[in-house]
């Protein structure tokens, strides 16, 4: 059972300009953009930021290259364009990363066309990322022996989250923050009435129930929205449907380098094998389901080995026993106003839609995607000031920090007798995920948690700390991907991490 902190939510503020119902991806950067413009933002979310869709995520920032297929060219230059904001204003936290599509019989396409298309992804994304590449069948066992032999393959370039979606969605938590925001977790929305013009707004948490007022409402519950609409009484006409993914991290790394390998299973649809440190995470699947609330099953795991299996050469097959770690989660589609609630829903995409109520003062954001976040932000600006909210031009509410002092923090570990390799993990780590707060904790026992992870005792106290952590689950599964990458197992027979969390009153 995970024990919570003893942190209060006691905040003295009660009236605001925006509240946010939802602290995911959605959610995360309204408040920051909302915040940055002027306005005084409360956030809540019934269970810890960035804790369901966001934390069961495949870690990647993409432009869609699959919905070619689908002739929607705009959303893929949408996308890709975001995708190139993104790696632009996050060096360290979103890297480009190679895709490997390796064209067996499964692919839905040969050479000349994969070559084809990949080139065509590349022009339509503005030349954002490394030009792609074919090669021979060759070519391509050497550079990844776990694929099969005989089959060709095209390479093109997108980009992917080292730590996790989740890690990423709190830094504009904190950002807001930093601004003046109130953002508060495990707290929820039990009770709504607009009356004159004003929000009154009951929450719930642990330490009780009280009231507070806002002008406007955004509704950023993800998968929840239209729960969360019926609460408000401002209901949409876009709706949602669920589809179901599911990813397994296997306890060795099947790629050579530091490359994603992209496959197609027997239903020919893309799936793929990511590197994650010395790890390796499969998946997804795509199963339709009518309850958000979902778990990995046997079918699950039994189809995900499968196509593995199958799509690459591997002399050991992976097996059941070698799943550290498993992850669920549903992509929320939308059937907007103009669709046929008759709509193949594989056919979705994962577009956003907002939708504004003027005389509910509400604005709900339906589906979306990581990759499509700033725009969400910008959009939700401008439907605020629709809504009469004296929203300024944003302030920088994204972004990472100056990255000159990067090389003083590597001098700084060398000082203390860090090994040069374990050195530069714990350099890349503190720096992607703190930036120059990496100095505040940077001497405290540089010492990796799990060899090959880059995350220090003194980090992982520094988080506890500082990043609304109140439970195990929120400092080992979302705020730093350990539990991503180690088992549970491997997580209880580390004596000296299980002594540093009973200290840290978890």
């Not at 495949?58 to 290259?65: D, E």
């Not at 953002?183 to 929000?199: C, F, K, M, P």
């Not at 988080?463 to 979302?478: F, Q, S, W």
């Not at 991503?484 to 840290?504: F, G, P, T, W």
Request: proline letters at 3%; hydrophobic letters at 40%; glycine letters at 8%.
């Amino acid at each position: 059972m995970l024990q919570k902190q003893t942190k209060s939510h006691n905040f003295e503020q009660n009236d605001f300009d925006v509240a946010i119902v939802g602290a995911g991806i959605n959610g995360a950067v309204a408040a920051a953009a909302a915040q940055a413009a002027g306005l005084r933002v409360l956030i809540i979310d019934r269970g810890d930021f960035a804790n369901f869709t966001s934390q069961e995520s495949s870690n990647l920032v993409w432009g869609g290259i699959k919905y070619l297929q689908t002739y929607e060219f705009a959303l893929v230059a949408k996308l890709c364009q975001a995708r190139n904001r993104l790696i632009r204003a996050y060096p360290n936290q979103i890297q480009e990363i190679g895709f490997l599509a390796s064209l067996g019989p499964n692919a839905p396409f040969g050479r000349l066309l994969g070559i084809f298309g990949t080139w065509f992804y590349w022009f339509i994304g503005t030349a954002g990322t490394t030009i792609p590449a074919s090669y021979s069948a060759k070519r391509a066992k050497s550079m990844e022996p776990a694929l099969k032999s005989g089959l060709k393959a095209v390479e093109y370039f997108d980009a992917y989250l080292p730590d996790n979606d989740s890690r990423f969605v709190y830094g504009f938590i904190k950002r807001a923050k930093k601004l003046g925001a109130t953002a508060l977790n495990y707290t929820e929305l039990v009770g709504a009435s607009h009356e004159s013009g004003r929000w009154s707004l009951e929450l719930s948490s642990a330490e009780g129930k009280r009231t507070v007022s806002a002008s406007a409402v955004i509704n950023a519950a993800g998968p929840f929205a239209q729960d969360v609409s019926q609460l408000l009484e401002s209901p949409t006409r876009a709706r949602l449907v669920f589809s179901k993914g599911v990813h397994f991290t296997i306890n060795r790394r099947l790629t050579s380098q530091n490359r994603v390998l992209a496959l197609w299973d027997e239903q020919k649809r893309l799936f793929y094998v990511l590197p994650m440190g010395d790890r390796s995470i499969i998946g997804t699947t795509d199963t339709r389901v009518d309850n958000p609330r979902t778990e990995p099953n046997d079918q699950d795991i039994d189809f995900v080995l499968k196509q593995v299996n199958d799509q690459l050469g591997l002399e050991q097959p992976i097996t059941r026993q070698e799943i550290i770690a498993s992850r669920s989660g549903v992509r929320p589609l939308v059937i907007d106003g103009k669709q046929s609630q008759n709509q193949d829903w594989h056919q979705l995409s994962r577009k956003h839609v907002i939708e504004a109520n003027p005389a509910k003062a509400s604005i709900t954001i339906l589906g979306g995607k990581l990759t499509d976040c700033l725009n969400v932000g910008a959009e939700v600006i401008a439907e605020l000031r629709g809504l009469g909210l004296q929203a300024k031009l944003p302030r920088k509410w994204f972004g990472e920090g100056s990255q000159a002092r990067r090389t003083e923090l590597d001098q700084i570990l060398e000082r203390q007798g860090v090994d040069a390799v374990v050195r530069t993990r714990l350099v890349e780590g503190m720096w992607r995920r703190h930036g120059e707060r990496a100095f505040e904790f940077a001497t405290d026992e540089p010492v990796e948690v799990f060899e090959g992870l880059g995350i220090s005792f003194g980090e992982l106290r520094y988080v506890a700390k500082t990043e609304d952590v109140l439970t195990r689950e929120d400092l080992l599964r979302r705020r730093l991907p350990i539990a991503m990458s180690r088992s549970a197992a491997e997580i209880a027979e580390n004596s000296k991490l299980q002594s540093a969390l009973v200290d840290m009153g978890l």
